[in-house]
């Protein structure tokens, strides 16, 4: 008995324990059914907050459109937010008779493909069309992977759909069926579809019409399988259509037998108007798991009291720690419950947020977009508008009748308001829409844009209630009739100009252009055309040049503008400029942008002025050289005159008679100097250099070589500072000097009596530092009719002072132009006739760093006109080549007195002769003095050949050419110095001393001729 009590009591013990586990498990199933039911429920109907939000966008919008219907949804995110939602719908009541209609106006509205699929109509009827059998066709369908299976789709062809819309129709409520298998689904791959009904938007008729159905198509797996995924291991459910007991048809996770197990819970839900069974159960392995060990070993330990009171004290501590595990169980369940429910309330509570912020952001963007709103009776003439409408006209009142705003129809547009209206009253259109003007307080006239419709109507049809907006279009219309004004003017100006646009993509290839540049190529502007025979019309030359400009711009590379000849398709020859430009799009070329532009005529224009450009400037150093050769010796020996005359003063005659030939020579060497510098400055040849410049010797030096003249008609000439000027500026100091002695030179001729006064100074102001000349004279002054043309080229104030006093008239013209190439100005200050007149030249002022301002400019010269300059000696040999025996005998004259010995060459060929007998007998030439122009072997030809032969015997050259480019080129062929004609005896004889015994370092390989 000792030992059968204690065993009694341990398995009494034992089969007690075992008993409260399996109500605890049972207690813990059914609460793990009902959450899962609850979140079952919510999961289903988780894609309904969706599509009452694109239902409510899409309330205040007589029309739906794709890119809104897209835009929602993708504002949504829907993949993140609605798990196992496989697509979105929108399908359209159609009447079968209408049917033909609608698929051509979704065609031609962006689905060229469309199609209906499933015609089978299941017996559904559109309200207020009962003869009418009615279609709801799949109009969108989102994402795009959904549109090419659900677009076009007929839902009401299945009979469970057919009579799941008739359900959602009649309650109004969200409604959930099942959805068609297809091809390739799963067995056991069940989905649904969760429709919801819209309707006309204000129409209360009972019941409604019907606007179009929203439907979310769901994957009952996917769906749910968060919920399975949370479940404890060994728990499993099953969602079931019907209510247990009773038949029940397997939706997720299950069959219709139940499972074998006791531990099993089922809950009834109430999903889309549809009663349905979520059943929860525990597998025995879960029950297994949860649940103790037996105390079947008590029965082996058998006699020991001790061991058996121990293994009942041990039975009880367990049952008590399983007891607490089951308490903290139950707690954490009523954790959870908690905070579903409380997620429940915040997406509640986020959904009215949502539609508040949707209201708000209703009635901004009316109060952004200037909308006002109206609300018409029909039946009394009566009207609503708001302060938006009224402060639309002008207003601060609002009118209260129709006839109020029908006075203000502007009357050529009353007509078809009218019309409008009563069309759509009539129920003949979809909505009332009409752009009119209305009448301004002001009395202006604004452009409107009235739309509204009809949302209350009688017994018989007839429109009792009309409401809308009106939106001011005044702006957008100016706007729209100024695009089409520009674009009008860019195609007629792109036509007259031969200009046209195109457009390359760069992943497809596509090439589109304006009808313009298909013109340019000879090519038909509908006929498709691509790159490849875009690029064949082009020369091979050209070709390549527009391929690499292609390849550099795709790289990302910068764009171009090339002149490319062009054989159009007729085989006519163009010239055609080509522009283009790379477009990028997150950092990658997405496309090639350009212009085409028919230049040949240009072309031809600037090749013709290049050509006369060549002529003149070949006709300017033909005629330099023609004019400054016997100009050389005119002046040379009417100085070698000077020199034999000074001291024989009973010849005084005939020094006169010499002098008026060097000034008539000096004069026709002015005017050669001033056309070289006009047509360099026309050619845009003419280069100013900016180097320090010492301003104040500058100045002087002006004065000094004007003095003498002006001394000699008893003129005084005098230099003032009227500030402090820097003694050394960054300017041109050639240009400078030209430009001053010019306007100074002026000043001398045109004055008889008094004086030339040069005055300078330097102002600050809002331009900067600017240095500012200012030569005056008190000459005969200038009328207004004649200063307007005195910086004209080869024009002069008077004629008469062209007779009196001589001259081109282009001293002023070269000075201004000279003047602004260096930034500044010259320009006529004031003019007094008999008076005089002040020239004045502006400068950009840049002192030197360190220059020295002063005010003192120092006294006039007073130099006589026999003082002479120091002699120049000459020891050596001299080779002299020219054509020109006058020229021969002067150069030789002059290096003979100086000292040197000299050979004569007529041309390059017996210089060639004469230098090679020198250097066999021994006795070299210290030095060569060539013209550049010459029969036979021209002075460069000359320069070259001794070079290559490896002479190291200096070459001065003596040229009658004056451009820059000259002198480059005379020491590009070998030179070594240039001396310009007509030759300035103290200029040569100062070349001549300073390369004299001098090796040249222009040999180009050592000498290995005879």
């Not at 004031?830 to 020295?852: C, I, K, N, W």
């Not at 002075?939 to 002198?967: F, H």
């Amino acid at each position: 008995m000792v030992l059968l009590l204690p065993l009694l009591a341990t398995l009494w013990l034992a089969h007690s324990a075992h008993r409260a586990e399996q109500d605890q498990l049972r207690g813990r199933v059914e609460r793990m059914s009902h959450r899962v039911a609850e979140q079952v429920a919510e999961r289903l109907q988780l894609p309904l907050y969706a599509l009452k939000g694109v239902r409510g966008t899409f309330a205040a919008h007589p029309e739906l459109d794709r890119d809104g219907f897209r835009r929602h949804l993708e504002a949504r995110e829907a993949r993140v937010d609605l798990p196992g939602v496989r697509a979105f719908a929108f399908a359209q009541p159609v009447p079968r008779v209408g049917l033909d209609e609608f698929v051509a106006e979704q065609r031609r509205a962006g689905a060229p493909d469309f199609e209906v699929h499933g015609l089978e109509v299941h017996g559904l009827q559109l309200h207020g069309a009962a003869d009418q059998d009615t279609l709801y066709v799949v109009r969108f369908a989102e994402p795009e992977a959904a549109k090419q299976r659900l677009l076009g789709q007929n839902l009401g062809a299945t009979p469970a759909i057919s009579e799941a819309i008739q359900r959602a129709i009649q309650t109004g409520e969200p409604t959930l069926t099942h959805a068609p298998p297809e091809e390739g689904d799963a067995q056991g791959d069940m989905r649904l579809h969760l429709i919801l009904p819209m309707y006309e938007r204000g129409l209360w008729t009972e019941p409604p019409p019907v606007r179009g159905l929203l439907v979310a198509e769901l994957e009952v797996e996917t769906s749910l399988a968060a919920i399975r995924s949370r479940l404890e291991r060994g728990l499993h459910f099953a969602v079931y259509e019907g209510v247990h007991p009773g038949p029940l048809t397997p939706l997720h996770g299950g069959t219709s037998s139940a499972p074998r197990t006791t531990l099993l819970h089922d809950v009834p839900v109430t999903l889309g108007g549809l009663p349905w069974t979520v059943r929860t159960w525990a597998t025995d392995a879960y029950a297994s798991a949860s649940g103790g060990l037996l105390p079947w070993a008590l029965l082996g330990v058998g006699v020991l009291l001790s061991a058996l009171l121990a293994l009942v004290v041990h039975s009880i501590d367990l049952g008590r720690q399983r007891a607490l595990a089951a308490a903290a169980s139950m707690t954490a369940d009523l954790a959870a419950a908690k905070e579903s429910a409380e997620q429940s309330a915040a997406a509640v509570r986020e959904h009215s947020a949502e539609l508040e912020l949707q209201r708000e952001r209703l009635e901004l963007a009316m109060e952004g977009t200037g909308l006002g709103a109206w609300d018409w009776d029909l039946v009394q003439r009566t009207a609503v508008f708001d302060e938006r409408w009224a402060a639309l006209v002008g207003e601060r009142w609002v009118p209260a009748r129709l006839e109020e705003w029908t006075r203000r129809i502007h009357p050529d547009d009353l007509e078809s308001v009218l019309h409008a209206a009563a069309e759509h009253a009539a129920g003949r259109s979809a909505v009332f829409e009409c752009e009119h003007r209305l009448r301004h307080s002001d009395g202006s006239w604004r452009w409107v844009l009235a739309r509204g419709v009809v949302v209350a109507r009688d017994a018989h049809g007839a429109a009792e209630r009309m409401v809308g907006t009106n939106q001011d279009t005044t702006e957008q219309r100016a706007a729209d009739d100024a695009v089409r004004a520009a674009n009008e003017l860019v195609a007629r100006t792109g036509a007259l100009a031969r200009v046209g646009g195109w457009e390359l993509d760069v992943e497809s290839g596509d090439l589109r252009w304006s009808d313009v540049v298909a013109e340019i190529y000879g090519i038909d502007a509908h006929v498709s055309v691509q790159l490849d025979d875009v690029l064949s019309m082009h020369r091979e030359e050209a070709r390549q040049s527009l391929e690499a400009a292609l390849d550099t711009s795709r790289a990302g590379g910068p764009g171009w503008d090339l002149e490319l000849p062009l054989v159009r398709a007729d085989g006519r020859a163009l010239w055609v400029r080509s522009q283009g430009q790379p477009v990028l799009s997150a950092g990658r070329v997405v496309r090639l942008v350009g212009a085409i532009q028919d230049v040949t005529e240009s072309v031809q224009a600037r090749r013709s002025a290049s050509a006369a450009n060549r002529a003149k400037s070949e006709f300017l150093a033909n005629m330099s050289h023609e004019i400054r050769t016997p100009l050389t010796a005119i002046l040379g020996f009417a100085e070698v005159l000077e020199e034999s005359l000074a001291d024989r003063p009973d010849n005084a005659d005939l020094s006169e008679m010499v002098e008026l030939i060097r000034n008539a020579g000096e004069h026709l060497l002015t005017v050669i100097n001033d056309i070289l510098d006009l047509s360099k400055i026309e050619a845009e040849r003419m280069a100013v250099e900016t180097r320090e410049t010492p301003l104040l010797e500058t100045l002087t030096s002006v004065r000094d070589l004007v003095w003498p003249r002006a001394s000699g008609k008893g003129l005084d000439v005098v230099l003032e500072l009227r500030n402090a000027l820097p003694d050394r500026i960054h300017s041109d100091p050639t240009r400078l000097k030209q430009i001053l002695l010019n306007l100074a030179g002026n000043a001398v001729k045109f004055t008889e009596q008094g004086n030339v006064v040069i005055a300078a100074e330097v102002v600050d102001d809002a331009e900067g530092l600017r240095l500012l000349i200012e030569v005056e004279d008190s000459g005969p002054g200038i009328d207004r009719d004649q200063a307007g043309v005195l910086f004209t080229p080869f024009e002069q104030g008077d004629t008469s002072v062209s007779r009196r006093f001589g001259g081109s008239g282009l001293g002023l013209a070269i000075c201004r132009r000279l003047a602004r190439l260096m930034g500044g100005e010259v320009r006529l200050l004031r003019t007094t006739v008999g008076l005089g007149s002040v020239f004045q030249l502006e400068l950009p002022l840049v002192p030197a760093p360190d220059a020295h301002w002063t005010t003192h400019a120092g006294a006039s010269p007073r130099r006589t006109q026999g003082q002479r300059y120091t002699p120049v000696v000459l020891s050596g040999s001299v080779l002299v080549v020219d054509d020109g025996p006058d020229n021969r005998r002067l150069v030789s004259h002059h290096l003979r007195r100086a000292g040197a010995e000299v050979q004569v060459a007529v041309d390059g060929r017996q210089a060639l002769l004469e230098f090679a007998r020198a250097e066999a007998e021994g006795r070299p030439f210290d030095l060569i003095l060539s013209d550049m122009q010459m029969p036979e072997l021209d002075g460069y030809e000359l320069a070259r050949t001794l070079r290559q032969l490896g002479a190291r015997v200096p070459i001065v050259a003596l040229t009658a050419a004056a451009m820059a480019e000259d002198r480059e080129r005379c020491l590009s062929a070998g030179c070594d110095d240039y001396c310009s004609k007509p030759i300035e005896k103290e200029t040569l004889l100062a070349a001549v001393a300073r390369w004299m015994g001098r090796a040249s370092t222009r040999s180009e390989r050592p000498t290995d001729a005879a």
